[in-house]
């Protein structure tokens, strides 16, 4: 088997179109088009479904993939830097909610790209998720231990939440304390329920039953700026609003409890840049566990 092509045909399958690929392969499309035709004439299969939106494995290439990503996953143990040390490289896609990958993960990723400069890393910081059962991300940072799928998943970390006010309002810091939300006329902001991407999300009826936004986003680092700049009273992360001299927390007493989940398809799990940034990660976690978790 030609691992020159199955690299070629692993990258599409990654990134589902030609162009994307090839970005990632620095190389032109035309080149990564010619490597998996080539890949397939050889094998007599077609492994891609060609349609308008990008590459779509059919069974044969679904069937390809674990044995490619094993060879990979040998390409990059044969690659030893001279002093014996791996020198990892390749592309790691990592999708993670944005609160953690915006305020967690990457103020501290300098650390782990000086270890491993030639690795490429796309960190997908958003609303949503990526999937690692269809391979749309080599791991995924999740809010809920997936039930289904070739995965492996993992606790990474517990994380606390809680009710957190303008500074510049000790008003409302007064008001809070002294009745409920929905009798103190404070604007609340949160979710928009309809768009809510994770039902771990829905917890402003763990503030009070019956709790409900009326100053909405999808994003929870919009929130935050929402609350710092006096437009009402709403839940953050801990880790997201730690240090922040323009947010206050109310209610000190009240904490939601949540976590972090780590999954990746079983068959990338032995790659070495794969272990490396999860062993990387879990130090961080362990030496970050009083922002995750404040006492």
């Given at each position: 088997?030609d691992w020159d092509k199955l690299q070629y045909f692993l990258f599409v399958a990654r990134h589902g179109t030609l162009?994307?690929?090839?970005?990632?392969?620095?190389?032109?499309?035309?080149?990564?088009?010619?490597?998996?035709?080539?890949?397939?004439?050889?094998?007599?299969?077609?492994?891609?479904?060609?349609?308008?939106?990008?590459?779509?494995?059919?069974?044969?290439?679904?069937?390809?993939?674990?044995?490619?990503?094993?060879?990979?996953?040998?390409?990059?143990?044969?690659?030893?830097?001279?002093?014996?040390?791996?020198?990892?490289?390749?592309?790691?896609?990592?999708?993670?909610?944005?609160?953690?990958?915006?305020?967690?993960?990457?103020?501290?990723?300098?650390?782990?790209?000086?270890?491993?400069?030639?690795?490429?890393?796309?960190?997908?910081?958003?609303?949503?998720?990526?999937?690692?059962?269809?391979?749309?991300?080599?791991?995924?940072?999740?809010?809920?231990?997936?039930?289904?799928?070739?995965?492996?998943?993992?606790?990474?970390?517990?994380?606390?939440?809680?009710?957190?006010?303008?500074?510049?309002?000790?008003?409302?810091?007064?008001?809070?304390?002294?009745?409920?939300?929905?009798?103190?006329?404070?604007?609340?902001?949160?979710?928009?329920?309809?768009?809510?991407?994770?039902?771990?999300?829905?917890?402003?009826?763990?503030?009070?039953?019956?709790?409900?936004?009326?100053?909405?986003?999808?994003?929870?680092?919009?929130?935050?700026?929402?609350?710092?700049?006096?437009?009402?009273?709403?839940?953050?992360?801990?880790?997201?609003?730690?240090?922040?001299?323009?947010?206050?927390?109310?209610?000190?007493?009240?904490?939601?409890?949540?976590?972090?989940?780590?999954?990746?398809?079983?068959?990338?799990?032995?790659?070495?840049?794969?272990?490396?940034?999860?062993?990387?990660?879990?130090?961080?976690?362990?030496?970050?566990?009083?922002?995750?978790?404040?006492?």
């Amino acid at each position: 088997m030609d691992w020159d092509k199955l690299q070629y045909f692993l990258f599409v399958a990654r990134h589902g179109t030609l162009a994307r690929a090839a970005a990632a392969l620095h190389v032109d499309a035309t080149t990564v088009s010619r490597r998996v035709s080539a890949l397939e004439a050889a094998l007599q299969q077609t492994l891609f479904e060609r349609t308008p939106t990008g590459f779509v494995l059919t069974a044969a290439g679904r069937a390809l993939v674990p044995h490619a990503e094993a060879m990979a996953a040998a390409a990059a143990r044969i690659h030893m830097a001279p002093d014996g040390g791996s020198a990892l490289s390749g592309q790691l896609r990592v999708s993670v909610s944005e609160g953690f990958g915006n305020s967690f993960i990457a103020p501290r990723l300098g650390g782990f790209v000086a270890a491993h400069p030639e690795l490429e890393i796309d960190l997908v910081a958003s609303s949503g998720f990526l999937n690692p059962s269809r391979r749309e991300a080599d791991m995924a940072i999740l809010l809920a231990r997936p039930r289904k799928g070739p995965l492996i998943t993992r606790k990474l970390s517990d994380y606390s939440l809680g009710l957190y006010a303008p500074a510049a309002r000790p008003d409302w810091h007064d008001a809070v304390e002294a009745a409920p939300l929905s009798r103190a006329a404070i604007p609340v902001i949160g979710y928009i329920p309809d768009i809510l991407y994770a039902p771990e999300l829905d917890y402003l009826g763990e503030i009070e039953p019956g709790l409900r936004a009326n100053i909405r986003s999808s994003s929870i680092l919009a929130q935050r700026r929402m609350i710092a700049g006096g437009a009402g009273i709403g839940v953050l992360p801990c880790f997201l609003a730690a240090g922040d001299p323009a947010l206050v927390r109310v209610r000190p007493a009240q904490t939601i409890a949540r976590a972090f989940w780590l999954a990746l398809h079983r068959d990338v799990a032995p790659q070495p840049r794969i272990r490396a940034f999860i062993d990387w990660l879990d130090a961080e976690v362990r030496e970050s566990r009083g922002l995750l978790v404040p006492v």
